[in-house]
Nanobody, 120 residues
Framework: VQLQASGGGLVQAGGSLRLSCAAS????????MGWFRQAPGKEREFVAG????????YYAESVKGRFTISRDNAKNTMYLQMNSLKPEDTAVYYC??????????????WGQGTQVTVSS
């Protein structure tokens, strides 16, 4: 599975962005998917995850209530709707495919990342 993340950009605090993760290959629907982020000087951290069917989702506490993860298996695409953005959300966002987990080691395939910058 090859993953391509897009949709990042510069937004003011309180604004919204929608990230997309397009997958190639026919096995997209077999994998749980996740979004992670990495700020400069920090470790990569879990943001949100979704099961292969899309029936179950979970979020890091820091984004719960503001971000929504979803997927469209017919389009081989996953999304992250980010609302009420804060400067501390600034990071490179990565999409990944693997097991349903918040552990970065459980994910096999990774996209290249898309930069999200939130100005105060």
């Amino acid at each position: 599975v090859q993953l391509q993340a897009s949709g990042g950009g510069l937004v003011q605090a309180g604004g919204s962005l929608r990230l997309s993760c397009a997958a190639s290959g026919r096995t997209f629907s077999r994998y749980a998917m996740g979004w992670f982020r990495q700020a400069p000087g920090k470790e990569r951290e879990f943001v949100a995850g979704i099961t292969s069917s899309g029936g179950t989702t979970y979020y890091a506490e820091s984004v719960k209530g503001r971000f929504t993860i979803s997927r469209d298996n017919a389009k081989n695409t996953m999304y992250l709707q980010m609302n009420s953005l804060k400067p501390e959300d600034t990071a490179v966002y990565y999409c990944a495919a693997g097991s349903y987990s918040s552990n970065v080691r459980e994910y096999i395939y990774w996209g290249q990342g898309t930069q999200v910058t939130v100005s105060s």
